[in-house]
């Protein structure tokens, strides 16, 4: 006699199966796409790293402009897709916008991506983060 055997329990209870991820990290995952996919052009690469190295002062758009040397028009462009995905900010001094890198983003957004590789399966160790950005 075979006896049928439910294969999704089997796995479960023995553990063969990957546990499903934290339901509100799984509801994150579009909007970390997101802010990847801003950053991945070369120019909007270099404005996130010119602002990280003005941090926290930043930038106004001129200083950045003359910095790159990208034309102002497409330069308004990255700027408008970095702070649609919360990557920078703006504010307003008189006639000009001063940008600034948002730290808190950009720290949540690597927290996701080393999240799993330095607690659950040691992948990275913490300290080797630190030494890739020196």
């Known amino acids: 006699m075979i006896i049928p055997v439910d294969r999704k329990l089997y796995f479960c209870n023995y553990r063969n ?11 994150q995952i579009p909007k970390y ?10 120019p909007r690469l270099r404005i996130m790293q010119l602002l990280l190295s003005a941090h926290p002062e930043g930038l ?13 028009s497409t330069l308004s462009h990255h700027l408008e897709k970095l702070k649609n995905e919360d990557l920078v900010r703006v504010q307003r001094e008189s006639t000009f916008l001063r940008y600034t890198a948002n730290s808190e983003a ?15 399966n040691k992948a990275i160790r ?4 630190v030494q890739i950005s020196k």
């Open 17 to 27: 199966m990957a546990k499903p991820q934290n339901r509100r990290v799984l509801d």
């Open 33 to 42: 796409a997101d802010m990847l996919s801003a950053m991945g052009t070369e």
């Open 60 to 72: 106004v758009v001129g200083d950045i402009q003359e910095e790159l040397d990208i034309p102002n």
């Open 106 to 120: 950009l720290q949540e957004l690597l927290s996701f991506l080393y999240s799993e590789c330095c607690t659950r």
């Open 126 to 129: 913490p300290e080797e983060i």
